[in-house]
């Protein structure tokens, strides 16, 4: 009886561990599923807060755009409203700009451990005075601009745009230039320093002068355009044409004819145009090339056409004058169908080579023998005529040998 009360007891036990081995692995099941979900939860508050965040970050940087954006109109309200008296805010905030490092330095020399006050007083009135000459400079330059988009074609009359002319006013061509020269000296002070002057010959300074002149980097739109003019007439010259430079001697009434070129049978009317290779000329060069041969004609009493109706034929029927467009770009496909309409010859992609820039020149009245350097008083009036021994030629030795000297300045009474 004892052993079955033990079997019983045994097997209830048994039966008891199993229950609670079940109850305890079911708990623990349970515990991993809520810890499964309260992973999932945390991954779900971690992505809710970073939508959040990115929400937030992109409000902000809306914010930001919409801030900049009504800054921004704020602006250029105040430009449009500025406009007529030439952009003051613009200029000023400039000035400040280019002043502010000179008030830092000056605070900094006050507060030092061995303040320097009076240099700072003085760097602060420098300051001031940059501040000043900036607006004044910047307000001047605006206004150009504003010009300039306007009008255009004011770039063309004057040469050259406002950074050109802001490059020639403040890179002088050549630092260590002569710069007491009167209106009486002698031009070739501008490429030589006092050293210079004095201890080399005559010969040796307008030699020197020249070479400078030549390689100088700092010419203006207008200079180098007239030296692609002089480049084009000696071509002309050495073809046995004689050249008139009407463009350098007229100036702004030159009507379009920069050079007109004669010679038996064969006049030519000829624009230059030494523009930049990115450029194109248009159609209202062509026109203005036709129209001055007319007022040329005209001048000169030929007679043109019998009627209105025979324009373009009429002017394309003369035999001894024609308009010429020389340049060194190319032109746009509607001004080549001008000119081929109007009989205009074009001439594109012209470069300035080496050339021999000194005019021999021959007096008529005495028989005087003179050489002209490119920025003596003279060079575009006086022409070469080879059949009476003028000539071209590269050096003043050269001219000199042939016997030539160099021409003076006339100064009137």
Not at 103 to 130: C, G, V
Not at 317 to 330: A, F, M, N, R
């Given at each position: 009886?004892?052993?079955?009360?033990?079997?019983?007891?045994?097997?209830?036990?048994?039966?008891?561990?199993?229950?609670?081995?079940?109850?305890?692995?079911?708990?623990?099941d349970?515990?991993?599923?809520?810890?499964?979900?309260?992973?999932?939860?945390?991954?779900?508050?971690?992505?809710a807060?970073?939508?959040?965040?990115?929400?937030?970050?992109?409000?902000?940087?809306?914010?930001?755009?919409?801030?900049?954006?009504?800054?921004?109109?704020?602006?250029?309200?105040?430009?449009?409203?500025?406009?007529?008296?030439?952009?003051p805010?613009?200029a000023?905030?400039?000035?400040?700009?280019?002043?502010?490092?000179?008030?830092?330095?000056?605070?900094?020399?006050?507060?030092?451990?061995?303040?320097?006050?009076?240099?700072?007083?003085?760097?602060?009135?420098?300051?001031?005075?940059?501040?000043?000459?900036?607006?004044?400079?910047?307000?001047t330059?605006?206004?150009?601009e504003?010009?300039?988009?306007?009008f255009?074609?004011?770039?063309?009359?004057?040469?050259?745009?406002?950074?050109?002319?802001?490059?020639?006013?403040?890179?002088?061509?050549?630092?260590?230039?002569?710069?007491?020269?009167?209106?009486?000296?002698?031009?070739?002070?501008?490429?030589?320093?006092?050293?210079?002057?004095?201890?080399?010959?005559?010969?040796?300074?307008?030699?020197?002068?020249?070479?400078?002149?030549?390689?100088?980097?700092?010419?203006?739109?207008?200079?180098?355009?007239?030296?692609?003019?002089?480049?084009?007439?000696?071509?002309?010259?050495?073809?046995?044409?004689?050249?008139?430079?009407?463009?350098?001697?007229?100036?702004?009434?030159?009507?379009?004819r920069?050079?007109?070129?004669?010679?038996?049978?064969?006049?030519?009317?000829?624009?230059?145009?030494?523009?930049?290779?990115?450029?194109?000329?248009?159609?209202?060069?062509?026109?203005?090339?036709?129209?001055?041969?007319?007022?040329?004609?005209?001048?000169?009493?030929?007679?043109?056409?019998?009627?209105?109706?025979?324009?373009?034929?009429?002017?394309?029927?003369?035999?001894?004058?024609?308009?010429?467009?020389?340049?060194?770009?190319?032109?746009?496909?509607?001004?080549?169908?001008?000119?081929?309409?109007?009989?205009?010859?074009?001439?594109?992609?012209?470069?300035?080579?080496?050339?021999?820039?000194?005019?021999c020149?021959?007096?008529?009245?005495?028989?005087?023998?003179?050489?002209?350097?490119?920025?003596?008083?003279?060079?575009?009036?006086?022409?070469?005529?080879?059949?009476?021994?003028?000539?071209?030629?590269?050096?003043?030795?050269?001219?000199?040998?042939?016997?030539?000297?160099?021409?003076?300045?006339?100064?009137?009474?």
């Amino acid at each position: 009886m004892s052993g079955s009360w033990l079997l019983l007891l045994t097997l209830a036990a048994l039966a008891l561990t199993a229950l609670l081995f079940k109850t305890v692995r079911n708990k623990e099941d349970k515990i991993r599923c809520a810890e499964r979900e309260i992973t999932l939860l945390r991954n779900e508050i971690a992505d809710a807060r970073n939508a959040h965040a990115e929400l937030n970050d992109r409000n902000q940087l809306n914010l930001k755009l919409i801030a900049a954006a009504e800054a921004n109109i704020n602006d250029l309200e105040m430009l449009v409203k500025e406009k007529c008296i030439q952009f003051p805010w613009l200029a000023n905030a400039r000035a400040d700009l280019e002043s502010d490092k000179m008030f830092r330095d000056a605070e900094w020399l006050s507060n030092k451990k061995h303040p320097a006050l009076t240099a700072a007083e003085t760097l602060r009135a420098y300051a001031r005075r940059i501040k000043e000459s900036e607006f004044k400079f910047r307000i001047t330059k605006y206004r150009i601009e504003f010009y300039e988009k306007l009008f255009p074609w004011l770039v063309e009359i004057s040469g050259d745009d406002i950074e050109a002319l802001i490059e020639k006013v403040t890179e002088p061509r050549n630092k260590n230039a002569i710069i007491d020269a009167d209106d009486h000296d002698d031009p070739a002070k501008e490429w030589l320093n006092k050293n210079e002057w004095a201890t080399l010959s005559v010969s040796e300074r307008n030699q020197k002068a020249l070479d400078r002149w030549i390689s100088s980097r700092n010419k203006s739109a207008w200079e180098i355009g007239r030296e692609f003019e002089r480049f084009v007439g000696f071509r002309l010259e050495s073809e046995g044409f004689k050249v008139e430079y009407f463009g350098a001697i007229k100036g702004f009434e030159d009507l379009g004819r920069d050079i007109i070129a004669n010679r038996p049978g064969d006049i030519r009317v000829i624009q230059c145009k030494f523009w930049a290779r990115h450029k194109r000329i248009h159609e209202k060069h062509v026109y203005q090339t036709f129209g001055t041969v007319v007022d040329y004609a005209i001048n000169k009493n030929i007679e043109i056409v019998a009627n209105q109706g025979e324009l373009f034929s009429g002017v394309s029927k003369l035999s001894e004058i024609t308009p010429w467009l020389v340049t060194s770009t190319q032109l746009s496909p509607r001004a080549h169908e001008a000119a081929k309409l109007l009989g205009v010859k074009i001439v594109e992609n012209v470069e300035i080579g080496n050339y021999p820039r000194i005019k021999c020149n021959i007096s008529y009245r005495g028989g005087e023998k003179i050489y002209h350097l490119p920025f003596d008083q003279n060079y575009d009036r006086t022409g070469i005529d080879p059949g009476r021994g003028e000539k071209y030629v590269y050096t003043v030795r050269e001219a000199e040998n042939k016997g030539f000297r160099r021409a003076w300045k006339w100064r009137g009474n």
